[in-house]
């Protein structure tokens, strides 16, 4: 079973940038999709960017324009280039690896804190 490992998550000023990492143990080839949720105090899980195996990169409507995902699959890991960072990206970043067999399966990571200061 594929682990996925977060990091670069912090404390940054509003109009900041930061960059996540997500480590897989295995390969990403194999997954359908590969993407990125948050979650805010007292909300719901959300998705922020995925990029899937075939078509295009997805965004909120919320970080269009500041954060971009990209794939190294040399490195098997995913990024999240997050630029013109609010208060309102506050939140615990998650990655995510989905796959599809007879349904979808979904692998996460334990999460990275963000934390944007006004």
């Known amino acids: 079973q594929v682990q996925l490992v977060e990091s670069g998550g912090g404390l940054v000023q509003a109009g900041g940038s930061l960059r996540l990492s997500c480590a897989a143990s295995?390969?990403?080839?194999?997954?359908?999709?590969m993407g990125w949720y948050r979650q805010a105090p007292g909300k719901q899980r959300e998705l922020v960017a995925n990029?899937?195996?075939?078509?295009?990169?997805n965004y909120a409507d919320s970080v269009k324009g500041r954060f971009t995902i990209s794939v190294d699959n040399a490195k098997n890991t995913v990024y999240l280039q997050m630029n013109s960072l609010k208060p309102e990206d506050t939140g615990v970043y998650y990655c995510?690896?989905?796959?599809?067999?007879?349904?979808?399966?979904?692998?996460w990571g334990q999460g990275t804190q963000v934390t944007v200061s006004s």
């Open positions: 295995g390969s990403i080839f194999g997954f359908n999709v």
């Open positions: 990029v899937p195996r075939i078509g295009s990169r």
């Open positions: 995510n690896a989905r796959r599809r067999s007879t349904s979808w399966v979904d692998y």
